[in-house]
């Protein structure tokens, strides 16, 4: 299948990429094996996760025989990592080196529940943006196996098996989208006040707040939010979660009590190839 869509995205005249935790990569003679069918196919970049995190801190160790196997079939290979921050670290915007990109980790899906209580807890009504995406104008979408197309893993804008992507696209209004328009409007902090969301006092960054909020908001928007596989049921609706305060929702401007934004559903990504 992943061989069939970059052959797919090659005919499209699209540049193409692959990112992976390397799993299968055991020695340079597997990524050979491996990498031959993707190029073939038209394949231009692979992106391979080396850190402690995806458990592929080997991979570091072979980066330059994975870096020769690539120039050999003219394959440009990045490496990836993450730096666990430190308990007292302020959270930071991610960061880019030269052929090894590093940055902090996002704590959303599976960091939230393995990571985040490590961490240093900010106030929640600090996050007042989202630092990451691109989210009035977005310069990338997700799509995933379903189908679904997210502006951010988890917040969805459509899906291309109903509609085009360009159509979604072109239809998208993010102003309006009961996700997204918060978060442009005051980021994770907007999208727990003006739904009225239990919320605990601190959280270790934008993300971890922002999946704390989305996660429950999923049963009231099912087509916003998913698929239920990015959230899981033990992810933030734990303990932590039960223990939170209610903000209650602020009333959306111009509009009677009972007609929020958030009763309009829409429509609505995942990583296309670029």
Known sequence: MLVEAVAHATRLDLATAVVSNGYWITSERD?????????????KRLQLSVDDVHHQRRLHHMSDQLLERCRRYRVTLQLLGVDIPEP??????????????????????????????DQALWDWESFDECPHELLADPMRVHVDPHGYVHICQGTIIGNVDGEPLDAIMDGYEPDSHPVVGPLLRGGPAALVR??????????????????????????????ELGPPSVYGDRQVRGRRQRRGVRTEPEQPRGERAGEGAGDKPLDGEADTAS
């Open 31 to 43: 990524l050979g094996i491996y990498l031959r069918p993707l190029v073939a196919a038209g394949l």
């Open 88 to 117: 007292n670290e302020e959270p930071l915007e991610a960061r880019e080196g030269r052929y090894v990109s590093s940055g902090e980790i996002m704590f959303r899906g599976r960091a939230v529940e393995t990571l985040a209580r």
């Open 194 to 223: 003006e739904h009225g969301l239990e919320h605990e006092e601190g959280y270790a960054d934008a993300c971890h707040l922002c999946f704390a909020a989305r996660s429950q908001l999923r049963e009231r928007f099912p087509d």
